[in-house]
């Protein structure tokens, strides 16, 4: 049974940082596509960072180049997402989710986990 549960969300002020982690279970890291997905309040979800198993390559949202990393470790298999210079807009719910045809497109993901909040503010 796929799972996947994140941890490190909180309140933290602009400027900061925060790393989000995503444990995995049911399957292994490079077997799916895997990745952070945000939802702010009154706003769609949005993908934020991805590993693509199609062609090995990853996905950034134009809003956090330079500012977040997405990282993954095999041997925990667990994905990580640091994110660095947060600002106010980056507030939302982040989910980690996952598809077994190793796309990272919002709607064809097969599995989420339930969210961790990060808040922005001063």
């Known amino acids: 049974q796929v799972q996947l549960v994140e941890s490190g969300g909180g309140l933290v002020q602009p400027g900061g940082s925060l790393r989000l982690s995503c444990a995995a279970s049911g399957f292994t890291l490079d077997s799916y596509a895997i990745g952070w997905f945000r939802q702010a309040p009154g706003k769609e979800r949005e993908g934020v960072s991805c590993?693509?198993?199609?062609?090995?390559?990853?996905y950034y949202a134009d809003s956090v180049k330079g500012r977040f990393t997405i990282s993954r470790d095999n041997a925990k298999n667990t994905v990580y997402l640091q994110m660095d210079r947060l600002r106010p807009e980056d507030t939302a719910v982040y989910y980690c989710a996952a598809d077994d045809q190793g796309h990272c497109t919002l709607y064809g993901m097969d599995y989420w986990g339930k969210g961790t909040l990060v808040t922005v503010s001063s």
């Open positions: 590993f693509r198993r199609t062609d090995g390559s990853t």
